[in-house]
């Protein structure tokens, strides 16, 4: 599926709604809404409860809104209610996670609610809002309150309570658009998680920016080119680092704390002077700009902002220098099969991974990992692609065991998942590979190696919470044990040791460092030694993984 | 099943209180709007005295746990969608709760529920 959408050239004009809307307006209002969840999609998947980057809550719901638009998207149809259908199959089709669920299911009641409706006016609105929280609500038998379904439910109050003072279609969406944002502000009232993580309800919020942004579109409010800054937090400075263009030869990011409220029209329109791929963060006040300069303005961004704020931290990467070693280390060497042989696909979160399972043996690799799982149809690619027909695949991450699954059943080819939950065991299972050797006796082998190894996991918290009884503040380091959170301190070093003494590595023989990108080799060099003091009779191996968010994967057997 | 040791003794957790734990986070998830008997007696066993494990099998080897679920999901949903919601859920709270690893937990779709017709 594509990522992106031409854009109707009648967004950001100020539409008349009058006091009926067709199935064109409509469209045109689901689309005002994936562009605006679009534009606000990492500030969604920034609001994730558990202290680990694993939010993808704004990605799901613009998975599952494209999917219902690309239904629609050559439709011509003026019927709204046909219209309406026809959004409701396509986003219960595409619906992607449980907020992508829920939303298919309010879409669903929405266009049941129409009937076969030509167009729509202000009363049929309030009771399509009301039927969209109806069929919300039947599809669980527990109603979490504080959640999406609470926001559907405020959402469909407010309507009704508006409409007797006969508003028009566009004083009514106001009043719509209002009690969503207060419901989703109460949030944290309603459901105690949300309150001790300090966030308001992902999934409530994801559908608050979808009505907010037909309503931008109503009021002629701009969709596209708004200036957003994200949380410091969902900055994902690495992946900018995937391609670099002449002009963009240094990587420059500097934090600095403002002297006064920034303008961020001027402070992007200065930047974009200066150089390409800007982005800028906010937390706490602190700012953090990033942005790609050719070799003659490295210092232009710093003295830029020197101007503006107190400079805080300034780093400066030669981008060309790191391409080219990136490049000459990119080669991956993939185990050829031929028919009737047996290939292994495997599930890789950074480059240094995907090498290694190349190098045991595997012979397809789908990227993918804790913030960004792959498609069905991306795995299923991979199998088809395979000249085999007897395949193994290792997701190597719980949540993407499933799609796994999923693609599995979809092929005609024969397929087994053994379901490792992470990096660890996906290579624990793969030293058990044979190409020439049994399917079932191989697929046996290597269910029963994913027990014989512990993972270990060293990350830093997003934000402050306590979970299992751990307190944890925002920037301090963590370490998970077999996904469960055991530790917070102040040091990866500590996180490090305390991980490998709950995990009873006395009782082991073999520990396995993989370092992500997020860390120096020089840390990385200096921590594994002070291990090997710890443990002097064990064998330690360190390797590149590469992974993003993670500083270490680490194997315990 | 024993769960762990300290110096003063051991702990137990048995088998039926871990489906419980399994049956009210699938009860809990959304889209699964019951569970099922997993057969014909044990449907008759449950209309004489209401288990609180119905619709959910466990396995234990002793050191990890497996879960097969039976479940009831409401018509009008992407199924594969909702089931790994379910999946998810309960081994989050299952080895929250009792700290052992989940090697494996399967969903069976018995019925679909239908509330409206569209």
């Given at each position: 599926?594509?990522?992106?959408?031409?854009?109707h050239?009648?967004?950001?004009?100020?539409?008349?709604?009058?006091?009926?809307?067709?199935?064109?307006?409509?469209?045109?209002?689901?689309e005002?809404?994936?562009t605006?969840?679009?534009v606000?999609?990492q500030m969604?998947?920034?609001?994730?409860?558990?202290?680990?980057?694993?939010?993808?809550?704004?990605t799901?719901?613009?998975?599952?809104?494209?999917?219902?638009?690309?239904?629609?998207?050559?439709?011509?149809?003026?019927?709204?209610?046909?219209?309406?259908?026809?959004?409701?199959?396509?986003?219960?089709?595409?619906?992607?996670?449980?907020?992508?669920?829920?939303?298919?299911?309010?879409?669903?009641?929405?266009?049941?609610?129409?009937?076969?409706?030509?167009?729509?006016?202000?009363a049929?609105?309030?009771?399509?809002?009301?039927?969209?929280?109806?069929?919300?609500?039947?599809?669980?038998v527990r109603?979490?309150?504080?959640?999406?379904?609470?926001?559907?439910?405020?959402?469909?109050?407010?309507?009704?309570?508006e409409?007797?003072?006969?508003?028009?279609?566009?004083?009514?969406?106001?009043?719509v658009?209002n009690?969503?944002?207060?419901?989703?502000?109460?949030?944290?009232?309603?459901?105690?998680?949300?309150?001790?993580?300090?966030?308001?309800?992902?999934?409530?919020k994801?559908l608050?920016?979808?009505?907010?942004?037909?309503?931008?579109?109503?009021?002629?409010?701009?969709?596209?080119?708004?200036?957003?800054?994200?949380?410091?937090?969902?900055?994902?400075l690495?992946?900018?680092?995937?391609?670099?263009?002449?002009?963009?030869?240094?990587?420059?990011?500097?934090?600095?704390?403002?002297?006064?409220?920034?303008?961020?029209e001027?402070?992007?329109?200065?930047?974009?002077?200066?150089?390409?791929s800007?982005?800028?963060?906010?937390?706490?006040?602190?700012?953090?700009?990033?942005?790609?300069?050719?070799?003659?303005?490295?210092y232009?961004?710093?003295?830029y902002?020197?101007?503006?704020?107190?400079?805080?931290?300034?780093?400066?990467?030669?981008?060309?220098?790191?391409?080219?070693?990136?490049?000459?280390?990119?080669?991956?060497?993939?185990?050829?099969?031929?028919?009737?042989?047996?290939?292994?696909?495997?599930?890789?979160p950074?480059?240094?991974?995907?090498?290694?399972?190349?190098?045991l043996?595997?012979?397809?690799?789908?990227?993918?990992?804790?913030?960004?799982?792959?498609?069905?149809?991306?795995?299923?690619?991979?199998?088809?692609?395979?000249?085999?027909?007897?395949?193994?695949i290792?997701?190597?991450?719980?949540?993407?065991?499933m799609?796994?699954?999923?693609?599995?059943?979809?092929?005609?080819?024969?397929?087994?998942v053994?379901?490792?939950?992470?990096?660890?065991?996906?290579?624990?299972?793969?030293?058990?590979?044979?190409?020439?050797?049994?399917?079932d006796?191989?697929?046996?082998?290597?269910?029963?190696?994913?027990?014989d190894?512990?993972?270990g996991?060293i990350?830093?918290?997003?934000?402050?919470?306590?979970?299992?009884?751990?307190?944890?503040?925002?920037g301090?380091?963590?370490?998970?044990?077999?996904?469960q959170?055991?530790?917070?301190?102040?040091?990866?070093?500590?996180?490090?040791?305390?991980?490998?003494?709950?995990?009873?590595?006395?009782?082991?023989?073999?520990?396995?460092?993989?370092?992500?990108q997020?860390?120096?080799?020089?840390?990385?060099?200096?921590?594994?030694d002070?291990?090997?003091?710890?443990?002097?009779?064990?064998?330690?191996?360190?390797?590149?993984?590469?992974?993003?968010?993670?500083?270490?994967?680490?194997?315990?057997? | 099943?024993?769960?762990?040791?300290n110096?003063?003794?051991?702990?137990?957790?048995?088998?039926?209180?871990?489906?419980?734990?399994?049956?009210?986070?699938?009860?809990?998830?959304?889209?699964?709007?019951?569970?099922?008997?997993?057969?014909?007696?044990?449907?008759?066993?449950?209309t004489?005295?209401?288990?609180?494990?119905?619709?959910?099998?466990?396995?234990?080897?002793?050191?990890?746990?497996?879960?097969?679920?039976?479940?009831?999901i409401?018509?009008?949903?992407?199924?594969?969608?909702?089931?790994?919601?379910?999946?998810?859920?309960?081994?989050?709270?299952?080895?929250?709760?009792?700290s052992?690893?989940?090697?494996?937990?399967?969903v069976?779709?018995?019925?679909?529920?239908?509330?409206?017709t569209?």
């Amino acid at each position: 599926m594509s990522n992106s959408f031409e854009i109707h050239p009648s967004i950001g004009k100020q539409t008349d709604l009058g006091t009926r809307i067709d199935g064109q307006e409509l469209k045109t209002l689901v689309e005002a809404g994936m562009t605006w969840l679009k534009v606000n999609q990492q500030m969604v998947n920034a609001l994730n409860v558990f202290p680990v980057p694993d939010g993808d809550t704004g990605t799901n719901m613009l998975l599952t809104m494209q999917a219902a638009y690309s239904e629609i998207a050559q439709s011509g149809e003026r019927n709204v209610s046909k219209m309406a259908h026809a959004i409701a199959q396509g986003a219960l089709m595409g619906a992607r996670g449980n907020s992508g669920v829920i939303l298919s299911q309010l879409w669903r009641g929405f266009a049941r609610a129409l009937d076969s409706a030509e167009t729509m006016d202000a009363a049929m609105l309030v009771r399509a809002l009301a039927e969209s929280r109806n069929t919300a609500y039947k599809g669980v038998v527990r109603p979490v309150e504080g959640t999406i379904l609470t926001v559907a439910k405020e959402i469909a109050a407010a309507a009704e309570q508006e409409l007797p003072q006969a508003p028009s279609l566009a004083d009514l969406f106001e009043s719509v658009v209002n009690a969503a944002d207060a419901a989703v502000k109460r949030t944290p009232e309603l459901l105690p998680i949300l309150k001790q993580a300090g966030v308001v309800d992902s999934g409530g919020k994801g559908l608050f920016i979808i009505l907010e942004g037909m309503l931008r579109h109503i009021k002629g409010q701009p969709l596209e080119g708004v200036v957003t800054v994200q949380p410091l937090a969902a900055m994902q400075l690495e992946e900018s680092m995937e391609a670099v263009e002449p002009g963009q030869d240094f990587e420059v990011v500097v934090d600095f704390r403002p002297y006064q409220p920034l303008d961020l029209e001027k402070f992007y329109a200065e930047l974009s002077e200066i150089g390409t791929s800007i982005q800028v963060g906010e937390g706490d006040g602190m700012y953090r700009m990033h942005i790609h300069v050719p070799t003659e303005n490295r210092y232009q961004p710093i003295d830029y902002t020197m101007q503006l704020g107190t400079v805080t931290k300034v780093a400066i990467e030669n981008l060309l220098a790191q391409m080219e070693s990136e490049g000459s280390k990119s080669q991956l060497s993939l185990h050829p099969v031929e028919p009737g042989q047996i290939a292994v696909v495997a599930v890789a979160p950074g480059k240094g991974i995907a090498r290694i399972f190349a190098s045991l043996g595997v012979s397809a690799i789908v990227e993918g990992g804790q913030t960004m799982n792959p498609s069905t149809e991306q795995i299923l690619a991979a199998f088809e692609n395979l000249p085999t027909d007897q395949i193994i695949i290792l997701p190597n991450n719980k949540n993407i065991v499933m799609a796994a699954q999923a693609a599995a059943s979809m092929t005609v080819k024969k397929v087994a998942v053994i379901p490792s939950r992470s990096v660890p065991q996906g290579l624990s299972a793969m030293l058990r590979m044979e190409h020439n050797g049994d399917f079932d006796t191989i697929v046996e082998d290597m269910n029963q190696a994913l027990g014989d190894v512990e993972t270990g996991e060293i990350t830093i918290a997003t934000r402050s919470i306590e979970i299992n009884g751990v307190k944890v503040n925002s920037g301090e380091v963590i370490a998970l044990l077999n996904g469960q959170l055991i530790e917070s301190t102040s040091s990866i070093e500590n996180a490090c040791l305390q991980l490998l003494q709950k995990a009873h590595t006395e009782e082991r023989e073999r520990i396995t460092f993989f370092y992500g990108q997020n860390i120096s080799k020089e840390e990385v060099n200096r921590i594994v030694d002070s291990v090997r003091a710890v443990y002097p009779d064990h064998e330690i191996e360190l390797h590149e993984g590469g992974q993003p968010h993670y500083q270490f994967i680490i194997s315990i057997e | 099943m024993k769960e762990m040791s300290n110096p003063l003794g051991n702990i137990y957790v048995s088998q039926r209180a871990i489906a419980t734990i399994a049956a009210q986070s699938a009860l809990a998830s959304y889209g699964v709007v019951g569970l099922a008997a997993k057969n014909l007696a044990e449907e008759v066993a449950q209309t004489l005295v209401k288990d609180p494990t119905k619709g959910v099998e466990l396995h234990f080897d002793g050191r990890s746990i497996g879960v097969d679920l039976y479940l009831v999901i409401e018509y009008g949903m992407r199924i594969t969608t909702v089931a790994s919601s379910v999946v998810d859920a309960v081994r989050y709270q299952i080895e929250k709760a009792t700290s052992l690893p989940v090697k494996y937990v399967n969903v069976h779709v018995r019925g679909l529920r239908i509330s409206d017709t569209d």
